[in-house]
């Protein structure tokens, strides 16, 4: 029976993950591993110089007070007897698109499980409105979950999934768009006078690339993007070559 992990950044309770545990249940063993509170934003960070605790809130299940990625190497080197077969993360609320993949606990968590190469999943329902419909995100991930237990990843590959709300039906395998949003700062005071801000994101919609995850999003498609773990610009590499030789002979 396939071991199956579950995390995500929204917390162990948000309805995201408990949909998605629901729509995954009948394919194996589930078992889950999440923050106890919400973590969104925390990309790929990891909790350092102070403990991580965990508690078990239901059988097989864990509520961990640290990032999605602590909640994931906890799982993999501590709470499970064996390494799972496959991570799946989410389902979170909102979408992962374009550079926000950067910044995303979702995207993070399953970074982190494909270095432990294991086949990973990042599910996300993108909304903007109050009312969030995970049923097709599930769906999606009851469908794509067999297909990377049988298939597998190659090594250092994680999926980044998005589902529109309301979708139109198809689904496309996408790249990641370039930036085509803007930061907004709203600024204030509190009450003793600090300084602060509050960050918003607006779309820019003028720039959107064809078979990007942005354009599937607008059109009413699953998005589906492959990503990598390396960041290695390879088709630098001879470019640069030069500034090492200069380094090299400045510093000796």
Known sequence: MPRILITNDDGIFAPGLRALA???????????????????????????????????????????????????ILAVCHLLPEKPDIVVSGINRGGNLGENVHYSGTVGAAREAALYHIPALAMSVSHRGRDFDFSVAARCARLLAPLLLREGLPPGVLLNVNVPQPWKGG?????????????????????????????????????????????????GAISITPMVLDHTATSSLKELSGWATILESSLS
């Open 171 to 219: 689904a496309r395998l996408t790249r990641q768009s370039p930036k085509i949003t803007r930061n907004v700062l709203d600024l204030g005071q509190d009450e003793i006078g600090r300084d602060f801000f509050v960050l918003h994101e607006q779309q820019l919609s003028t720039d959107v690339g064809p078979n990007t995850d942005y354009a599937a999003i607008r059109d």
């Open 22 to 72: 629901e729509g995954l249940s009948d394919l194996g063993e589930i078992s889950i591993v999440a923050p106890s509170s919400e973590r969104s934003g925390s990309a790929q960070a990891l909790t350092v110089r102070k403990p991580v605790f965990w508690e078990q809130v239901a059988e097989r299940e864990w509520a961990v007070d640290g990032t999605p990625t602590d909640s994931v």
